[in-house]
């Protein structure tokens, strides 16, 4: 299982993030701190942490080829990340999201479109050779914002109430941004870790995707969810307090 990879399916886009220090009032011209492209997409992210952690890790998706899609690409391959499994649709576009990060307050206010990129179909995974990958990530984790969807105010609430949809002796994960996360396995006990805040809060685009990651991360070397539930919290904590993720890990555990 050594040199088996991750694979995390999902979307790739453009964040184009915008740095202010205080968001902008309707209907006024406000100067920005910083602006920044950065490859972004829930699935894309968590390959770029789980890259900085040390583990061989591939991405499947869709791309618009152009001038976006070389800039993405040429990120892929700074982070080493397998992206064999890419498909190209030639007469779509590149999905892009608008982003204001706000250094006073570490929210950030996100803008998608993705007009016309088709998803990866059941038919494109059916191809795929699953003997390479030790782990594969769809979705199982449960956001905050999913959670509270579907009338929740807690992240144990959430579990209780949403096990019975997911297969017999599954483990589902919801992480409550600066309350933690909790984790339930068939055994009906809840599990939590406290979340580890910066300083600071800088930056918090993309601290859920480092949180699945960093669990993913864990749990496919052999760890027990505690222990994942933990790691998951420590290193979205150390993302929230620095701007993109290069900074988020200080050694490779």
Known sequence: MGDKKILCIG?????????VDKYPEEDTDTRCLSQRWQRGGNASNSCTVLSL?????AFMGSL??????DFVLDD???YQIDISLLSEHPHS??????????????TRTI??????LPDVSAADFSEVDLSQYKWIHWEVFVSKDVAMHFGFHSAASALKGLYHRVKKGAVLICAWAEKG???????GIVVHSDAFPPEAVVDTLGAGDTFNASVI????????VQEALTFGCQVAGRKCGVHGYDEIVTKKE
Not at 53 to 57: H, R, W
Not at 95 to 104: A, E, G, H, K
């Open 11 to 19: 979307l790739v886009c453009l964040d184009i993030i915008n740095v």
């Open 64 to 69: 618009a080829p152009g001038h976006v899609a």
């Open 111 to 116: 803008l998608h479109m993705n007009r016309n």
């Open 93 to 106: 576009s590149f999905p892009t999201s608008m982003i204001i990060s706000n250094v006073t307050t570490g």
């Open 217 to 224: 991360y864990t749990l496919s070397n052999g760890g027990g």
């Open 76 to 78: 892929f391959q700074k």
């Open 181 to 187: 996360a909790d984790a339930m396995g068939p055994d």
């Open 53 to 57: 952690l040390g583990a061989p890790c």
